[in-house]
C-alpha cells in the first residue's frame, strides 16, 4: 500500500472502511469501501497524484461539487468528495450490474431496441447536465453503467474540473489527456476548450454507432489516425451493415456525429425525440439510400484543409487511459420474448426450466387473447408451441427427470399432466385444488400446496394417483417450493393468511416438523449445485451458499439481481435447473401515465421506473412520486410544466409521500433500524428532514388534515384484538397514535375528503374488501360504497365523488361513485369509467391521483415483459459478488 493511500486510510477510519482496489485507470483508481454511517458498499475514487497536482486539489473539488448537484435517475450520484494531503478522492454508489464496455465485450452488438432505449436514457441524463450547464466531455461505453439493464452516466467531474483549471495545457505532462479519440468529436479533438453540449452528443452518436454494428464508426491503430479518421471522413451507413436497423435510426447516427456542430441536434432532448420517430429523416433520403443527417448538408471537404495541422494540434498526449476490460466468459444472457407478458396471465407463473438447464417452458400471449405454453431450447434460434397444450394454461413445473410438466386451468381450476413434448393431457385426480405452488419428488410423486392466501395445506399424488394429505391439517400455511435431492426434506415457505412472504424453512416430509433456514421475508426458493436461490420482496434475486448434506447456510448471501417480476401476488417469475442455471422474468420499468375520465392516456414522464405512489400538489404543477435508482428508493418531484425531475428526498427509503396542505412541504416514509418511520422535509431546504415518529406500530406515512396539525394513518393492532387499523397521529405527526377506525378486522387505504368531514376507507369486514364512508369525527355510521369488492379509494376535489378500484385482475375497472352528504349519508349511483387491468396497486394505500381540477387521473402502468434472462454458472458469479466487485468505470 503507497503512503498517501496510507494516509487516507487512516484519515477516512471514522467514515469509510477501505477494503481493496477495484481497477484504475487513466486518471484515477477505484477502490471498494464499506460506508460505516449508513452500512452500504460504496466505491471510492483516488485521483493519480500526478493530475491531482496539476489540476489542483482545491479547484477540483470546488468544480466537483457541480456535479453533487445533479440529480437525475440515469446520473450516479456524488455521495462525498475531499483531500487528505493532497490525495484527492471523491465517493459514490457502489453499482450492482456492468459497465456497457463489458457488455459489448460479451456480446459485440446490441439488440436495436436495447441500443436504442441505453442511448436515450443517456440522452434523457445529458439533456439534463446540458440544462445545468454540465458538460460531460468523456461520454464513452466505460463511463456507461448498466443497473438493472439501466443506463446510469459516470464520470461528469474529472473532465469538467480539469478543463476549467489554470493548468489544462499541461496535462501533457502527466500522460493523460480528456476524452477519448474513438468519441471525441472534431472540435475537441481539435484542441479547442470551449465546448458546448453538442460535444456530447457527438460523442453518444459514435456509442450509439457501436452498440448497432459492433464496432466504433472511427478506428485506427493510434491514436493519430483515429483522430485523422474523426477529421476526413464519414461513418458507413448503419442500415448497410445490418438490415434490422430502422432507417431513422441511422439517420439519427448520422446527424449526431455532423462533423460541424451547427449541423447535429441542438439538444439531446431533440436527439431522443428523433430516435422513437420512425419518419426521423424520411424526406432526406436519397433514393435507395440512406437517410441524409438532420442539418447536415456541407461536406467533410470544409474541414479537410485543416485536417492535418489539427491532428497535429489535437494529439496533445494521449495515452491509453487503462487497459481493456478482460473477456469474462458469458454469465447472463437474454433471451427475447416479444410476447410474454399480457394481463391475460399477469397473476400466473409464466416460466420453468428443465432440469439440464438447456430448455425454457414459458407462457406468452398468441395475440389472439389466448396464451400458449412455448418451448425454447437455449441453443435455438426461436421458440415453438408445445402441441396439444390447452390455452390459457399456466404455472408450468417440470418434474425432475424433465419428460413431463404439469399446468393448470385458472377458469376451470382443474389442473393436468404433460408430456415435455405436447400431446394428449392427463387431469389430476378430482379433490386436487389448483395451485400454483407445486415440486416433484424424485420418485415421480408430486407435491402441492395452497397458494399463500389459501391455506389449502399440502397433497401428495403418488405415481398411480393416488391422493394423501400426508400432515393431515397441519401445516394449512405451509408453501412448497422444491423436494431437496435425497426426497426426504422440502424448502417451503411459512406464510400467515393474506400475506405474500414468510420465513424460508426445511419440512421433514416424514416427520413434518420444521426447522427455520431464513428468518426474513422470501416468495420463493430453490436449491442448486450448493446454494439456495431466493427471492425477496419487492424482486430482489439473491443466492447464497448452502450445505446439502448438513443442511444449513454457509456464506452471506449476494444480490444476483433486482426488479425480477413477482406478478403483484407474490409469485416470482423465476426458474431454477439442477445445473446452477437461474431463468427470471425482469420487471419492464414502469410508466407514470395521465389519463382523462375517457381512458385516454399521455405519458406524464417519457422514460419507465418502478413508479409508485404519484400525488399531484395543490395547484396541480407538480407530482411526487418515488422509485428505485442506484443510490436507493427516494421521493422525486416531477414538475409536469416543465418536464424535468428532481430529488426530494436523501434517505435510500424514502417512500408514500404526501404533500403538506402549504405545497411546500412534504412527509413520508422511511425505514429506520427495522421500523417504519415518518419524516417531514420542506422542498428545497438545506436543512435535515424532521422525524415525527417512529413505531413498530406504524404501516403509512399519513394524510395531513387542515394546516397540518394532524394525519390520517395506517398502523397495526391498534387496540387490543384488532388488525390492521386506520389511526390518527395527533401533534403535527409526531403522536400520539391513536385508533380511528379499529376492529378485529382489517381496515386500510385511508382517503380524507377536501373539506376534512369524511373518511373513505377499505375493509374485509363482509369476508370480502369493500369501500366504506363514515364521518371522520366517528360521529354517524359507515355506509358501504362498493358491491362486488373495491380497493383504492380516492376522493374527487369536491367531495362529491369517490374513485375506486372495482376489483383485480382481468375485470378491473376504476370506478365514480356519486356521493351525497346532506341531508343524510348515501351514494346514489356508481358508474365504470375505464378499465384498469395494466394498472400497479399499492397496499395500505391507493397507487393513484386526481388533479385538482378533477379532469386527470395520475396511474402507474406496467408494461409487458420483453425477455427472459439467464443466469449460467452460477457458482461463479455467487464467487464474484461475495468477493464485492461492483463495476465502476
Not at 457541480?66 to 457502489?94: E, K, R, W
Not at 459489448?104 to 436495436?112: A, G, I, M, T
Not at 393513484?848 to 408494461?863: K, L, Q, W
Amino acid at each position: 500500500m503507497s503512503q498517501s493511500l496510507e494516509r487516507l486510510t487512516a484519515a477516512l477510519a471514522d467514515r469509510y472502511r477501505i477494503e481493496r482496489e477495484l481497477g484504475a485507470g487513466g486518471m484515477a483508481t477505484v477502490y471498494l469501501a464499506e460506508d460505516l454511517k449508513h452500512k452500504r458498499q460504496v466505491a471510492i475514487k483516488v485521483l493519480r497524484p500526478e493530475l491531482a497536482a496539476v489540476i489542483g486539489a482545491e479547484r477540483f473539488l470546488a468544480e466537483i461539487t457541480t456535479t453533487a448537484n445533479l440529480q437525475h435517475p440515469h446520473i450516479l450520484p456524488l455521495h462525498d468528495s475531499g483531500q487528505v494531503d493532497g490525495t484527492v478522492f471523491y465517493v459514490m454508489p457502489l453499482v450492482e450490474g456492468e459497465s456497457l464496455r463489458d457488455r459489448l465485450v460479451r456480446e459485440k452488438q446490441l439488440p436495436v431496441t436495447d441500443a436504442v432505449r441505453i442511448a436515450s436514457e443517456v440522452a434523457s441524463a445529458l439533456d439534463y447536465a446540458h440544462r445545468h450547464d454540465v458538460i460531460h466531455r468523456d461520454i464513452k461505453p466505460e463511463n456507461i453503467l448498466l443497473h438493472d439493464d439501466r443506463a446510469l452516466v459516470a464520470d461528469f467531474g474529472i473532465a469538467l474540473a480539469a478543463t476549467k483549471s489554470d493548468s489544462g495545457s499541461r496535462m501533457t505532462e502527466t500522460g493523460m489527456s480528456l476524452g477519448t479519440p474513438t468519441y471525441m468529436s472534431p472540435e475537441q479533438a481539435m484542441g479547442e476548450r470551449d465546448l458546448d453540449a453538442r460535444t456530447d452528443i457527438y460523442a453518444l452518436g459514435c456509442v450509439l454507432y457501436e452498440m448497432l454494428a459492433g464496432e466504433p464508426p472511427f478506428t485506427g491503430p493510434t491514436a493519430q489516425a483515429i483522430v485523422a479518421r474523426v477529421m476526413t471522413e464519414h461513418p458507413r451507413s448503419l442500415t448497410d451493415q445490418r438490415r434490422t436497423i430502422p432507417p431513422h435510426v441511422d439517420a439519427v447516427v448520422q446527424t449526431a456525429m455532423a462533423k460541424l456542430p451547427a449541423d447535429r441536434f441542438a439538444t439531446a432532448r431533440e436527439m431522443t425525440a428523433a430516435l422513437g420517430n420512425p419518419a426521423f429523416g424520411r424526406d432526406r433520403a436519397g433514393a435507395g439510400g440512406a437517410a441524409l443527417p438532420f442539418r447536415q448538408n456541407r461536406p467533410a471537404l470544409v474541414l479537410g484543409a485543416v485536417a492535418l495541422v489539427a491532428v497535429a494540434v489535437a494529439l496533445w498526449g494521449w495515452l491509453p487511459t487503462g487497459p481493456t476490460p478482460p473477456s469474462q466468459p458469458p454469465s447472463r444472457l437474454a433471451v427475447p420474448v416479444p410476447s410474454l407478458g399480457g394481463s391475460a396471465i399477469a397473476l400466473q407463473r409464466q416460466i420453468a426450466i428443465t432440469p439440464d438447464g438447456r430448455t425454457l417452458l414459458y407462457v406468452a400471449d398468441n395475440g389472439l387473447g389466448e396464451t400458449v405454453t412455448m418451448q425454447r431450447p437455449l441453443d435455438a434460434i426461436a421458440a415453438v408451441p408445445v402441441p396439444g397444450v390447452l390455452p390459457f394454461l399456466g404455472n408450468p413445473v417440470i418434474a425432475t427427470d424433465g419428460r413431463e410438466f404439469v399446468g393448470g386451468l385458472g377458469a376451470t381450476q382443474q389442473m393436468y399432466r404433460y408430456s415435455i413434448a405436447g400431446g394428449m393431457p392427463k387431469p389430476l385426480p378430482a379433490g386436487v385444488a389448483f395451485t400454483s405452488y407445486m415440486a416433484w419428488g424424485e420418485d415421480g410423486s408430486l407435491w402441492l400446496s395452497g397458494s399463500n392466501t389459501t391455506d389449502q395445506g399440502i397433497s401428495r399424488i403418488d405415481r398411480a394417483g393416488t391422493v394423501t394429505r400426508p400432515f393431515g391439517s397441519r401445516h394449512s400455511s405451509v408453501v412448497i417450493n422444491q423436494i431437496l435431492p435425497g426426497g426426504r426434506k422440502a424448502l417451503v415457505v411459512l406464510t400467515q393468511q393474506g400475506l405474500l412472504a414468510g420465513a424460508l424453512q426445511l419440512l421433514d416430509l416424514q416427520s413434518g416438523e420444521l426447522t427455520m433456514l431464513l428468518d426474513r421475508q422470501i416468495l420463493e426458493a430453490r436449491y442448486t449445485v450448493g446454494h439456495l436461490v431466493y427471492v425477496e420482496p419487492p424482486g430482489s434475486l439473491m443466492a447464497v451458499p448452502f450445505n446439502l448434506s448438513a443442511q444449513r447456510i454457509e456464506g452471506e448471501p449476494a444480490v444476483l439481481a433486482t426488479g425480477v417480476s413477482t406478478t403483484g401476488t407474490g409469485l416470482a417469475q423465476m426458474a431454477v435447473a439442477d445445473n446452477g442455471t437461474v431463468a427470471y422474468v425482469p420487471e419492464e420499468p414502469r410508466s407514470l401515465v395521465l389519463i382523462d375520465r375517457a381512458g385516454s392516456s399521455r405519458l406524464a414522464f417519457p422514460e419507465g421506473r418502478n413508479f409508485h405512489s404519484p400525488r399531484f400538489s395543490p395547484d396541480g404543477r407538480r407530482m411526487l412520486t418515488d422509485f428505485n435508482t442506484a443510490d436507493g428508493r427516494d421521493v422525486w418531484v416531477l414538475d409536469l410544466v416543465n418536464g424535468g425531475m428532481t430529488r426530494a428526498t436523501s434517505s435510500r427509503d424514502g417512500h408514500d409521500a404526501n404533500w403538506m396542505p402549504d405545497g411546500r412541504s412534504i412527509v413520508y416514509s422511511s425505514v429506520v433500524n427495522g421500523l417504519l418511520g415518518v419524516f417531514r422535509t420542506r422542498l428545497g431546504s438545506a436543512e435535515p428532514p424532521e422525524s415525527l415518529m417512529v413505531s413498530s406500530t406504524l404501516g403509512y406515512s399519513g394524510i395531513p388534515l387542515g394546516t397540518g396539525d394532524s394525519m390520517v394513518t395506517v398502523g397495526n393492532s391498534l387496540q387490543p384484538g384488532s388488525g390492521g387499523d386506520i389511526g390518527m397521529l395527533q401533534n403535527g405527526g409526531r403522536g400520539p397514535l391513536e385508533p380511528l377506525v379499529a376492529s378485529r378486522f382489517d381496515e386500510g387505504y385511508p382517503a380524507v375528503s377536501s373539506d376534512g368531514r369524511w373518511l373513505a376507507y377499505v375493509s374485509n369486514l363482509s369476508g370480502q374488501n369493500q369501500v366504506y364512508i363514515r364521518p371522520l369525527n366517528g360521529d354517524g355510521e359507515q355506509v358501504q360504497v362498493s358491491l362486488e369488492g373495491g380497493t383504492e379509494p380516492v376522493w374527487g376535489p369536491d367531495g362529491r365523488e369517490l374513485f375506486y378500484l372495482s376489483s383485480v385482475g382481468a375485470a378491473a375497472s376504476l370506478m365514480a361513485a356519486t356521493v351525497q352528504t346532506s341531508p343524510t349519508l348515501a351514494v346514489t349511483a356508481r358508474r365504470t369509467l375505464f378499465p384498469v387491468t395494466d394498472i400497479a396497486t399499492a397496499t395500505p394505500h391507493s397507487n393513484y391521483d386526481i388533479s385538482p381540477d378533477g379532469r386527470t387521473f395520475a396511474m402507474v402502468r406496467f408494461n409487458p415483459a420483453t425477455r427472459i434472462m439467464i443466469i449460467q454458472n452460477l457458482p461463479a458469479l455467487v464467487r464474484r459478488l461475495s468477493g464485492g466487485q461492483g463495476t465502476q468505470p
